[in-house]
């Protein structure tokens, strides 16, 4: 089988019911951050010290499962869900770290090596994929779940990127405002 097929030389793609509609739809652009947002996390996995690799994979997993949600248009019950539980272990993850970590005193500007840098690029491409959901959602009534998780995942790779620099002992670098 050709990865190439030619439906979408004009500009045009399909929705999983088969609906076709532009590549700039609202939907496509929405799943499609989703999709640049795996590969980043699959960078920092790529990186990251083994007692993150699962983790991230795991939520690598659940970001597929939101590309598919947002990819379907009919509400089709056999695509995996984002529910509460998914949003709760961001959270517990989020804690587990932050017990490890000084108080936030002050903002972080990022940077001090390219696993915190790819952390934090990760966060922001998380920030706009989120922003694209949210249009969406305007239009469309998405599972509520899915824009608790995105949040959450963005507050998750900031106190990851936090973890890392105390993790491999590089200083965080703190923003003055003076």
Not at 24 to 35: C, E, F, Q, T
Not at 80 to 106: C, G, W, Y
Request: aromatic letters at 8%; glycine letters at 4%; proline letters at 2%.
């Amino acid at each position: 089988m050709k990865i190439y097929t030619r439906t979408g030389d004009n500009g045009k793609t399909s929705l999983l019911s088969g609906k076709r509609v532009d590549k700039h739809n609202k939907r496509i652009v929405a799943y499609g951050s989703i999709d640049e947002l795996n590969s980043f996390m699959g960078l920092i996995r790529d990186y990251s010290p083994k007692d993150y690799k699962d983790e991230i994979f795991l939520i690598q997993n659940k970001l597929m499962a939101i590309a598919s949600q947002l990819s379907n248009d009919k509400n089709y019950n056999n695509i995996p869900n984002i529910d509460k539980k998914d949003t709760q272990f961001l959270e517990k993850a989020i804690d587990r770290m932050t017990s490890k970590l000084d108080p936030l005193q002050n903002f972080i500007i990022p940077g001090g090596n390219k696993l915190i840098s790819f952390t934090h690029v990760t966060r922001c491409v998380c920030r706009r994929a989120e922003i694209n959901i949210t249009v969406l959602n305007e239009k469309e009534n998405l599972n509520k779940e899915i824009l608790l998780f995105m949040n959450r995942l963005s507050d998750y790779l900031f106190t990851l990127a936090r973890f890392f620099s105390k993790t491999l002992d590089i200083s965080e670098l703190k923003w003055n405002s003076e």
